[in-house]
């Protein structure tokens, strides 16, 4: 077997090149071969010093995840690093691309580090629940300090290569195309410098103010996660210590987490997600239609979200209305939003002018004519969704792909009014479409195959996580929310109160609760709008103005901060529907609320694939993941019943009383899991 592993002479210096497409990965033949190359580089007196540099796209972007919990191929990456850095000879690091993970820290235990100007550094680790184990965190606040450790360990997010220069993580800029010569020149340069500089030699010092002020500062955001405290206290404990103990309660930590439930939950959706992309019954090769404009019916919240999906990648859009002003509020919003992203940071004044140039506003329908994706964002009303379907056929061009961004309604029926069903399909956006991850692609009885594949390479041109469901009411995510929110309202009824089921929600580790939701997207959402009609509770509140943090009344009590507080009304409207029904409440326990709104979602979700409305139980937590706010460390509904086990969900809903998928009881039955 060849290895990804090559060295050439140039003079004096060996040149240390890997070749592991897609990215580089640090997996047993690089490491291998990598090891191999620092003992030539020892063995030849002829040579001063070495490059190590990777071929295509990036540097080394990380470990192998597919070796974590198993047991790997010498050298591990943690003997690789100190192999390198224990090496006689100056070793540079020349870094294109991303020098993530395990790439960083074999950066670091290089002597010298010289990237192009482009190049993005970081420890990502924590976003599979698990630290560097490799001395990333010793050698990186050896280098760079414990405020930048903890910004780039705890958190995880990358900094650009004139930051880690500033931080001391690099040595020197390269030009972006001579970062060979520039490397060779500067290995030459250093050649004869004595003491070489090892990161493992530097003094850790210890900031306690720092690292308090980081923890406060980020306590919040990081509250449930296992990994993040981990760091912190690795960190803190880890300053002032030698290397060598240092990495001993480092290698610790790493070996806890990544054995831990939290870690295997995130690698889960790491996996999930690329899983996702694949549908099983199209080939991969299947030719793809060209999509160059795209139309929007509709300029209200959704539609003008999901246009800015498309103008942000440089797609041009047509959007469409039926009044002017409705055109001009529509415009509008899209420009404040690119606005608001501008004054952040995020954009530059000619990157949003770049992309309202590609908007045309149009009260012409005919105008859509023009386009090759058109996507219908009107209110959920079939009637009016399938004449709009009826009007697209007569002059959307052949070939063009028309969609819809209905939440619950059937693309079949929408199909069912044109003369092409095969080139309808779903694309279910979540609100707000320009932020929200999750793409719902909704597969009707007779969507080709080329239209599929199509719309879940779009996906990514726009950066969404894109699930393929079935027609059925709701399809994957608001199918399994009917359940939790059911079950919210009859747990009322029975003597819980909003705040007690939102906290069993939060502290589960949900953005929020069922109640808070509610009044987030709006208590008279769907509302049939008659105060003389007061059929439930949601009726009653509506019917009094309570819509939520909008009339700064809701399930909550709203102060001019939007912060909520418990509604004496509320309880007043609750206790008279229970006395009109002649209910007797009961003391109702979290573990009854975590049964009835959790373990249902669990039911509802095997018979999603029970009837075949899903792929795979991954593609129904990943759903959860991006669109829903499930905690990522839970790894999702399915994933999250196969660790507490399936015969625990299955006896918890026999209790209630509820009626078990029959796929989750045979699931049960046999020991096995969703995801096996």
């Known amino acids: 077997m060849t290895s990804p592993i090559t060295t050439e002479k140039q003079g004096d210096v060996l040149v240390i090149t890997s070749d592991n497409p897609p990215v580089n990965a640090l997996g047993a033949a690089v490491r291998q071969g990598l090891d191999a190359a620092i003992a030539e580089l020892a063995a030849d007196d002829t040579l001063k010093a070495a490059v190590i540099r990777c071929a295509g796209r990036t540097f080394f972007?990380?470990?192998?995840?597919?070796?974590?919990?198993?047991?790997?191929?010498?050298?591990?990456?943690?003997?690789?690093?100190?192999?390198?850095?224990?090496?006689?000879?100056?070793?540079?690091?020349?870094?294109?691309?991303?020098?993530?993970?395990?790439?960083?820290?074999?950066?670091?235990?290089?002597?010298?580090?010289?990237?192009v100007p482009s190049t993005k550094f970081g420890m990502p680790e924590v976003k599979l629940g698990i630290l560097p184990g490799a001395g990333g965190t010793q050698r990186l606040m050896r280098v760079a300090g414990v405020g930048v450790a903890l910004e780039l360990v705890a958190k995880g997010d990358p900094i650009s290569a004139k930051a880690a220069q500033a931080a001391g993580l690099i040595d020197r800029l390269a030009g972006e195309d001579r970062l060979v010569e520039d490397a060779i020149a500067f290995a030459r340069e250093i050649a004869e410098a004595r003491p070489l500089p090892r990161a493992s030699d530097r003094p850790a010092v210890a900031e306690p103010e720092v690292v308090a002020a980081f923890r406060k500062a980020n306590a919040r955001k990081m509250r449930g996660f296992d990994a993040p405290a981990e760091i912190?206290?690795?960190?803190?404990?880890?300053?002032?210590?030698?290397?060598?103990?240092?990495?001993?309660?480092?290698?610790?930590?790493?070996?806890?987490?990544?054995?831990?439930?939290?870690?295997?939950?995130?690698?889960?959706?790491?996996?999930?997600?690329?899983?996702?992309?694949?549908?099983?019954?199209?080939?991969?090769?299947?030719?793809?239609?060209?999509?160059?404009?795209?139309?929007?019916?509709?300029?209200?919240?959704?539609?003008?979200?999901?246009?800015?999906?498309?103008?942000?990648?440089?797609?041009?859009?047509?959007?469409?209305?039926?009044?002017?002003?409705?055109?001009?509020?529509?415009?509008?919003?899209?420009?404040?939003?690119?606005?608001?992203?501008?004054?952040?940071?995020?954009?530059?004044?000619?990157?949003?002018?770049?992309?309202?140039?590609?908007?045309?506003?149009?009260?012409?329908?005919?105008?859509?004519?023009?386009?090759?994706?058109?996507?219908?964002?009107?209110?959920?009303?079939?009637?009016?969704?399938?004449?709009?379907?009826?009007?697209?056929?007569?002059?959307?061009?052949?070939?063009?792909?028309?969609?819809?961004?209905?939440?619950?309604?059937?693309?079949?029926?929408?199909?069912?009014?044109?003369?092409?069903?095969?080139?309808?399909?779903?694309?279910?956006?979540?609100?707000?479409?320009?932020?929200?991850?999750?793409?719902?692609?909704?597969?009707?009885?007779?969507?080709?195959?080329?239209?599929?594949?199509?719309?879940?390479?779009?996906?990514?041109?726009?950066?969404?996580?894109?699930?393929?469901?079935?027609?059925?009411y709701g399809f994957i995510g608001n199918r399994m929310l009917i359940p939790r929110q059911g079950e919210s309202m009859k747990l009322l009824m029975e003597g819980a109160t909003p705040q007690q089921i939102d906290k069993v929600h939060v502290d589960f580790g949900m953005p929020m609760g069922p109640f808070q939701m509610s009044d987030l997207a709006g208590v008279d959402i769907g509302w049939h709008r008659d105060p003389n009609r007061i059929?439930?509770?949601?009726?009653?509140?509506?019917?009094?103005?309570?819509?939520?943090?909008?009339?700064?009344?809701?399930?909550?009590?709203?102060?001019?901060?939007?912060?909520?507080?418990?509604?004496?009304?509320?309880?007043?409207?609750?206790?008279?529907?229970?006395?009109?029904?002649?209910?007797?409440?009961?003391?109702?326990?979290?573990?009854?609320?975590?049964?009835?709104?959790?373990?249902?979602?669990?039911?509802?979700?095997?018979?999603?694939?029970?009837?075949?409305?899903?792929?795979?139980?991954?593609?129904?937590?990943?759903?959860?993941?991006?669109?829903?706010?499930?905690p990522i460390y839970r790894g999702g509904p399915m994933f999250w019943a196969d660790t507490i086990g399936l015969k625990t969900i299955v006896e918890g809903l026999e209790k209630h009383g509820f009626e078990v998928a029959r796929l989750l009881k045979d699931k049960a039955d046999k020991g096995e899991r969703f995801n096996d």
């Open 232 to 472: 912190i206290a690795v960190i803190e404990e880890t300053a002032g210590m030698p290397y060598a103990e240092g990495v001993k309660r480092e290698r610790a930590a790493f070996l806890k987490l990544v054995a831990g439930t939290q870690s295997a939950a995130m690698r889960h959706i790491f996996f999930a997600e690329r899983k996702a992309s694949r549908i099983d019954d199209v080939p991969e090769d299947t030719q793809l239609r060209e999509i160059k404009r795209v139309g929007v019916i509709g300029a209200g919240t959704m539609g003008g979200g999901i246009s800015m999906n498309f103008l942000s990648a440089g797609i041009p859009v047509t959007i469409v209305e039926m009044a002017q002003d409705a055109l001009d509020r529509g415009a509008a919003l899209i420009r404040k939003n690119y606005e608001a992203t501008a004054a952040k940071g995020r954009m530059t004044t000619d990157q949003v002018e770049a992309a309202m140039a590609l908007l045309t506003p149009t009260l012409d329908f005919d105008a859509l004519g023009a386009c090759d994706l058109v996507i219908e964002a009107v209110y959920e009303n079939m009637e009016v969704k399938k004449e709009i379907f009826g009007r697209l056929d007569k002059i959307a061009k052949t070939g063009a792909i028309l969609a819809s961004n209905t939440s619950f309604l059937s693309i079949d029926e929408m199909a069912a009014v044109t003369n092409r069903p095969g080139d309808v399909v779903g694309m279910h956006f979540f609100s707000p479409a320009n932020v929200m991850k999750l793409l719902e692609v909704v597969r009707g009885a007779q969507t080709d195959k080329d239209v599929l594949a199509t719309v879940m390479e779009l996906a990514k041109k726009i950066r969404k996580v894109a699930v393929v469901a079935g027609v059925c």
């Open 61 to 115: 972007a990380g470990a192998d995840i597919t070796e974590f919990g198993k047991t790997m191929a010498e050298p591990r990456l943690p003997v690789l690093v100190d192999i390198i850095a224990a090496s006689e000879k100056p070793v540079v690091a020349a870094i294109h691309g991303t020098a993530l993970g395990g790439g960083c820290e074999l950066a670091l235990a290089c002597h010298y580090r010289i990237a």
């Open 535 to 630: 059929e439930s509770i949601r009726d009653a509140l509506a019917a009094e103005n309570r819509w939520g943090q909008k009339t700064r009344a809701g399930w909550y009590d709203y102060d001019d901060k939007r912060t909520p507080s418990p509604s004496p009304r509320v309880a007043e409207i609750i206790e008279q529907f229970r006395a009109n029904s002649g209910a007797t409440p009961h003391e109702v326990s979290d573990d009854e609320i975590v049964v009835r709104t959790l373990y249902t979602m669990v039911n509802e979700g095997a018979a999603i694939l029970q009837e075949g409305m899903a792929q795979r139980a991954s593609d129904i937590d990943v759903v959860w993941i991006y669109g829903f706010g499930w």
